[in-house]
């Protein structure tokens, strides 16, 4: 296992930005995959941005063009940069390593609250 651990979270206003971070405990390139999840009171997990151990991404429609997931592979951290945040975006943000086959780690979530 590779934990992970999220960092970055906090209240910002409508129309703000945050840039989280995922830091592995290793290397990420152990991961097939890395996932940026979030969790809004009363909803279900949902994953909005994924970057792939090719460098590929994908995102959910609510955020494409506005969040934007990178890694720094010396660094062993991947990144969301977040823009033109709002209230919908509100939620616990959880990072998810995947070594498909193997294991995944979860880290323990940051949260992000968008209120002015």
């Known amino acids: 296992q590779v934990p992970v651990v999220e960092s970055g979270g906090g209240l910002v206003q409508p129309g703000g930005s945050l840039r989280l971070s995922c830091v592995a405990s290793?290397?990420?390139?152990?991961?097939?995959?890395v996932g940026w999840h979030r969790q809004a009171p009363g909803k279900q997990r949902e994953l909005v941005a994924l970057i792939s151990n090719l460098g590929s991404t994908t995102y959910v429609d609510s955020v494409e063009g506005r969040f934007t997931v990178s890694r720094d592979v010396a660094k062993n951290t991947v990144f969301l940069q977040m823009e033109r945040l709002t209230p919908e975006d509100t939620a616990v943000y959880y990072c998810?390593?995947?070594?498909?086959?193997?294991?995944?780690?979860w880290g323990q979530g940051t949260q992000v609250t968008v209120s002015s």
């Open positions: 998810n390593g995947v070594a498909a086959g193997r294991f995944d780690s």
């Open positions: 290793g290397s990420i390139e152990i991961f097939n995959w």
